[in-house]
């Protein structure tokens, strides 16, 4: 569907999504409408890489998950941090970017949620002009007095109220889900304004696509080379392999997927034996979203929104997309005559 046919902004698709729950504050609308104003100031800075000093590039630091940060890491998370809960909506913020939580002043608004992002996925392919994103995930208060507390921030994905993902490519797209499937929404440039153009996304069933980082293979353990190699040749004589997409953005991978059908792979292996991607605002936003559209989230053994987080920057292993293929995922890691584990 093109933007240019259909004039539902996301904000005015939010509100009608508000207008479910007749108690509702506001907060929470507002609070979705403070991210996607977000992501358009990204989106802009984004676009005008390459043009303006001091944007490519690395900072010449690490971040807390011992990566470099890149100069628009930096700009997105400062962004992030400062538009939302502008209102008093949220009592924390958490990012990929930061070592602790930033605790928020609510002021006279409600304090009622905790928000959760990774403000720049992919980053390292920033200077290559290769599709990346922002991850964000919103959970309820638990506590009810004083400062928020731990128990506020980690809480499983069974429990998020909304996430979402913006991904900067040849066209900026806004995706969300309130737990009433996940729709998509395109910048038109020309007005500044998210467009629904992809309402109710579904994941097919089953896909042809694998994306999954091959460089990695030696350090998997058999059962992963195992399920790898049967995706790539067929899982039986009589099927055949699926097409190999991998971008290095999670992001993107993940996105291709949601549209053709497929599977993302980042298994545990000997120099991450914990996994390498990030529950709370990598793994769990995603699961939610490909859960709402008909597919599935797993560690390779149980859904990824059952997993109780003890910590902000905790890994897991993920295998996220088509429903069926996860599914014969978690079966292949379940079969003993495979071989041991890491």
Known sequence: MSPAGNLVTVESHILDLQRMHPSASGDFTSLLNDIAFAAKIISREVGRAGLVEDILGSTGEENIQGEIVQRLDEYANRIMLSCLGRRGQCCMLASEE???PVLREVGSGSGSYVVVFDPLDGSSNIDANVSIGTIFSIYRRRTINGPAQDED???????????GYVIYGSSTMFVYTTGHGAHGFTLDPGIGEFLLSHENLSIPFAGDIYSVNEGNEPKWDSRVREIVRRLKYGRDDE?????????GSLVADFHRNMLYGGVFLYPAHTGSPDGKLRLLYEAAPLAMIAEQAG??????HSPILDIQPDSLHQRVPLYIGSRETVLWIEKMMADSTLGAGL
């Open 239 to 247: 099927t055949d392999g699926m097409s190999a997409r991998y971008i």
């Open 98 to 100: 930061l070592e602790k």
């Open 153 to 163: 921030l980690l809480q499983p994905g069974s429990k998020l109220l909304a996430a």
């Open 295 to 300: 597919g599935y989230g797993s560690n390779g």
